[in-house]
């Protein structure tokens, strides 16, 4: 190949940086054409739901999976009049199941069924029962779903984990699953903090993928088996990490729900689509946790994570705070280091690395923006094209801190203290 036809697009496949490394390992074990028909197939797939007017709009419903395995088995002629039908019935289907789930609860009187919606509304002014219709009694999910239940607490965390691995276990679409094994999934989850006194939720909560792990079976030997796990909830924003942990066994209910922190707080870039906004939560619920609230965790029933909206759990978790308070306050203190940071990378137009150093105690905020101004007037008016360090601003022991800029990108670093 010349060496246009190698860096034309034609040639070029995009994916994560995990494939990446498999792709161009020396032996890889996919074959040039294996390549380029995965490639085919996923930008088919990717064209018709965004382009497609009778496919845009349902391309939603369905999982990235469920959508690429009906061009899968349309190849390799990739018929669009084959590949539409078979996405609008599966589609079709998803809907239905999601309108059959969100009206189980839907109880209209047989006084009521086929009226016109007129007077159905005015039998229910008109009655005459004390009792409002069963459908007004429907609790209704909403976006801030309800933190606290009612009823015993052993009876509660048993049916709620079993509403969310049951709901799970119903996405599985493979044929080789017996229906009792363990299955793992990527769920959401919605991590907040509480009044103890009040019950208000804070506003803003963080909002993460982790990993979900459930099994929900019935036994001669054993009766009822019910465990639910989620696990890595931590993120590039957030180092808040939620175990939980329902076993039902034998007859033994056993839950252990637990907040640790994941390391310490320094994020690798500020280039995410939502970083500011999620962010902002992070920030929202540790300040309120210092405060004093209670930590409650929430987890979505739909292990897909590109279903138009989520199907969170209405019912809270309650979790045990095992972060202590200076551990807490540390967490504060590098947000306020990372809101000047990311002021910093927006006046330099530079990466900023956050260093362990930029988190020095020594090192004030108005230390470090006095260092970022010097040294840009140093250098001059932007673009940057110089190299060029501050004098030495904290000691730590044997080491300096200095302000580096270098090969665009600054960072605060810690370097031998010459004699």
């Not at 699953?177 to 990527?186: F, K, L, V």
Request: charged share 25%.
């Amino acid at each position: 190949m010349t060496p246009h036809e190698i860096t034309h697009h034609s040639n070029g496949i995009w994916t994560c940086g995990g494939c990446g490394e498999i792709v161009d390992k020396l032996e890889c074990d996919y074959s040039p054409a294996q390549l380029v028909e995965m490639k085919r197939v996923r930008e088919a797939a990717e064209k018709m739901a965004v382009s497609d007017p009778q496919i845009r709009g349902i391309s939603c419903y369905l999982s990235p999976i469920e959508f690429d395995e009906v061009f899968w088995k349309n190849l390799p002629s990739l018929e669009v009049d084959k590949i539409r039908p078979a996405l609008q019935e599966i589609a079709a289907r998803e809907m239905q199941r999601l309108c059959e789930r969100s009206s189980r609860d839907l109880s209209v009187p047989g006084h009521l069924s086929l009226r016109p919606l007129v007077s159905a509304i005015k039998t229910i002014i008109e009655s005459d029962g004390d009792d409002p219709p069963a459908f007004l009694n429907r609790t209704v999910a909403h976006p801030y779903p309800h933190s606290r239940s009612v009823g015993d607490d052993h009876t509660v965390t048993r049916r709620r984990a079993a509403e969310i691995v049951d709901a799970w276990a119903e996405r599985i679409q493979s044929h080789h699953w017996s229906g009792t094994e363990w299955h793992i999934h990527y769920v959401n989850v919605l991590i907040t903090a509480r009044h103890p006194q009040t019950g208000v939720v804070c506003e803003s909560p963080i909002r993460v993928v982790g990993n979900g792990y459930g099994r929900h079976d019935h036994t001669a030997d054993e009766g009822e088996v019910l465990r639910l796990k989620v696990r890595g909830t931590s993120s590039l924003v957030s180092n808040l990490n939620w175990q939980l942990d329902v076993a039902l066994d034998k007859g033994v209910m056993l839950t252990t729900s637990a907040l640790r922190l994941a390391g310490r707080l320094s994020p690798s870039n500020f280039h995410s689509p939502r970083w500011e906004e999620e962010f902002d939560s992070y920030e929202q619920v540790v300040q309120k946790l210092a405060e004093g609230w209670q930590p409650i965790g929430f987890v979505d029933m739909n292990p897909d994570q590109s279903s138009i909206e989520d199907r969170m759990h209405p019912e809270a978790f309650e979790i045990e705070l095992q972060i202590t308070a200076s551990e807490l306050d540390e967490c504060l203190y590098r947000c306020s280091k990372i809101r000047l940071a990311r002021v910093l990378e927006r006046q330099w137009g530079w990466w900023f690395a956050c260093t362990e150093a930029y988190f020095e105690r020594g090192l004030d905020l108005t230390m470090i923006q006095s260092a970022s101004d010097e040294l840009r007037a140093r250098l001059g008016p932007p673009p940057y094209l110089y190299r060029g360090e501050s004098p030495p601003l904290v000691s730590v022991g044997k080491r300096d801190i200095k302000l580096v800029a270098r090969d665009g990108t600054i960072a605060f670093k810690d370097v031998l203290r010459r004699r």
